[in-house]
């Protein structure tokens, strides 16, 4: 059983480990993406200088807010002709239709939609563009996906410390003459449930050292593989936290083995 348990919180470990380190990825991914978010707030033609001064003013004065930049129209044909060249020759444009705008970059993407409400009751914005549908999306996906990791972790490791537990009440079970005698002579309850109780973290770190290891070598031999042959993949494995991860493993296989431990241990006693 106890080899059982010790192979059974590796394979969990494992499992786990895969799942925070795609959450982790994923989460970083979303960040880049997310945190990409930029209001655009395109202002009325001949707007005075000192009501654009004042709108700015306004934006950076928002907490919520990270920074704002003004973009001439000028330099808004700029960039517009930096980006077709070779596709399409705006010199033949005799104006320029492009308006000034603000651009505002939010601290927190989900202030996005409340920023640019702000934004269009100020007197010299025309129009606001913050692309909320695929913001909108962006954020739901990341609030489904993450409880979802939530919930499969949960069950792991609830799995985990059930199997620790049965373990562990086996062991009380086939060694409860020793309990017993032990009782008689005058030994406390913590005198008897401590031996248990580091059974059951050394099942669980022995556990975890274990799928951290196999962890460790699946990340070295195929992470570089995908991220050659899959360059299309939103991830950069590069940047998530591995020793990070590792330790939170190596920490939860000690503390389920703890509290499995101590819950099946104390359920004996109170029965005797």
Known sequence: MAVTAVGTV??????LGTILFLHES??????????QVTIAAYLKDNSPKA??????????????VQSVTFVSKKQAMDGLRDRLRGQMNLNLINTNPLPDAIMIHPADPNDAAAIAKRLQGLPSVATVNYRSDVTQKLLRVESVLGAVGLGV????????????YNTIRLTVFARRSEIHIMQLVGATHWTVRWPFVFEGILTGVAGAVIGIALLEFAYRTFA??????????PFNFAVVPVGT?????????????MLASMLSVSRYLRST
């Open 10 to 15: 590796a394979v969990s470990v494992v499992l």
């Open 26 to 35: 994923f989460a970083i991914f979303m960040k880049q993406v997310v945190g």
């Open 51 to 64: 009501m654009v001064d004042g709108t700015m003013r306004v934006m950076k004065s928002d907490p919520r």
């Open 153 to 164: 972790v949960g069950l792991l490791l609830a799995a985990t410390a059930l199997l620790i």
């Open 224 to 233: 570089p593989k995908l991220a050659i042959d899959l360059p299309f993949l």
């Open 245 to 257: 991860i590792a330790l939170e493993l190596l920490g939860t296989g000690a503390l389920i083995g």
